[in-house]
């Protein structure tokens, strides 16, 4: 299991969305969507 399903999972569970997600860690949905897909290592 990578980070990035651990976050997706997480977030899920939590029944967030990617912009729910975003605004509370003050980041773009796109931020997320990289994160959970693998497009970024930071």
């Known amino acids: ?3 990035g399903s651990v976050i ?3 977030r899920k569970a939590l029944g ?3 912009q729910t997600l975003a ?3 003050n980041v ?3 931020a997320v969507s ?3 897909n693998g ?3 930071r």
């Open 1 to 3: 299991m990578n980070i």
């Open 8 to 10: 997706m999972s997480k």
């Open 16 to 18: 967030y969305t990617q």
């Open 23 to 25: 605004n509370k860690l």
């Open 28 to 30: 773009s949905f796109q």
């Open 34 to 36: 990289k994160w959970e």
């Open 39 to 41: 497009g970024s290592t």
